[in-house]
């Protein structure tokens, strides 16, 4: 992955930022299922590639029905989910898969390798990712790409994560945005 931020919005302030940004791809994180299309939409008229978290779509059970679904009717570049079931419908769609990963304690740990062994993701998002040896213990392990994302809060954090072995960042701070994009000019 070129792109070292990938910035998540959760909000249509964050997006319309987003949409003014020089960043081609972002992240669209909680939004209501009748916004999918506006939101589709836009990101297209601007010529930006967009990852939809499925898991929080409201509106829509995230599941493979709802994947299949959002993956023929919007095409996006990528889908987000904790869901077994959601990566591999995206992954027979040609969508980008991404699984969720949540670090909470040694045991949630295996037990996400264990499904990361299963569904077999183009990507894995880290959260937090703010735990850069968990990010290296990780990658060496499934040696799928990482996604580090969640109480990343400043550019030696992006850093130490990058230098980890993240691919890249997923964060809704628009001052790492910034810091990491010497043309964007943020929407006031």
């Known amino acids: 992955m070129e792109q070292k931020i990938l910035p ?3 909000n ?3 997006f319309e930022s987003f ?7 972002g992240v669209f994180l909680d939004m209501h299922i009748a916004q999918l299309r506006h939101i589709h939409m836009m990101a297209k008229e601007k010529g930006k590639k967009m990852i939809y978290h499925v898991d929080l779509i409201h509106g829509i059970k995230n599941d493979e029905y709802a994947t299949e ?20 419908k ?21 037990k996400s390798y264990k499904l990361i062994e299963k569904t077999q993701p183009d ?19 499934v040696g799928t790409p990482i996604l580090a994302g969640g109480l990343i809060r400043s550019s030696e954090e992006v850093n130490a994560a990058l230098l980890a072995g993240a691919a890249a960042i997923t ?7 910034e810091a990491f994009s010497t043309t964007f000019k943020p929407t006031l």
């Open 8 to 10: 998540a919005s959760s």
């Open 12 to 14: 249509m302030k964050e």
């Open 19 to 25: 949409l003014e940004s020089p960043y081609e791809m």
């Open 69 to 88: 679904y959002i993956c023929q009717e919007f095409k996006p570049y990528g889908l987000i989910s904790t869901k077994s079931s959601v990566i591999q």
């Open 90 to 110: 995206a992954k027979q769609k040609g969508v980008i898969a991404v699984q969720r990963m949540f670090l909470i304690d040694s045991h949630a740990l295996e």
């Open 123 to 141: 990507y894995i998002e880290v959260l937090p990712g703010a735990m850069p040896w968990i990010i290296k213990e990780v990658k060496e392990r």
């Open 171 to 177: 964060t809704s701070k628009r001052e790492l945005w």
